[in-house]
């Protein structure tokens, strides 16, 4: 199994900037694509990002050209670096991670991640 502990800065103001990190533990190596999601106050889960390693990133229309993700293979660790932050970003922020090498364009459902951190919450105030 792959175990996700999700960290990171919990608030900050309009137009502020949080990172959030997720650290894979476990049978790491058989993960080959990551993704978040996250899930506003009585909304569904939505697609944030996913990454396949060496396959690229994609990210929602929502987020592109503020948000970014990377990663440090040494520490097994993906970072969630978040820019512009706006009210509506406010969610419950969650990583995931997937075995194998899933269809590109399923990177975008929840339903395709085997893992999950347990969510980190982040508050954009006005």
């Known amino acids: 199994d792959v175990q996700l502990q999700a960290l990171g800065e919990a608030w900050c103001r309009l137009g502020g900037s949080l990172r959030l990190s997720c650290a894979a533990s476990?049978?790491?190596?058989?993960?080959?694509?990551m993704g978040w999601f996250r899930q506003a106050p009585g909304k569904e889960r939505e697609f944030v990002v996913a990454?396949?390693?060496?396959?690229?990133?994609s990210y929602a229309n929502s987020v592109k050209g503020r948000f970014s993700v990377s990663r440090d293979s040494a520490k097994n660790t993906v970072y969630l670096q978040m820019n512009s932050l706006k009210p509506e970003d406010t969610a419950v922020y969650y990583c995931?991670?997937?075995?194998?090498?899933?269809?590109?364009?399923?990177?975008?459902?929840?339903?395709?991640?085997?893992?999950w951190g347990q969510g980190t919450l982040v508050t954009v105030s006005s």
């Open positions: 995931s991670a997937v075995p194998g090498r899933p269809i590109t364009s399923m990177l975008s459902s929840s339903q395709t991640y085997d893992y």
């Open positions: 476990g049978r790491t190596f058989s993960i080959n694509s």
């Open positions: 990454s396949r390693w060496g396959g690229g990133t």
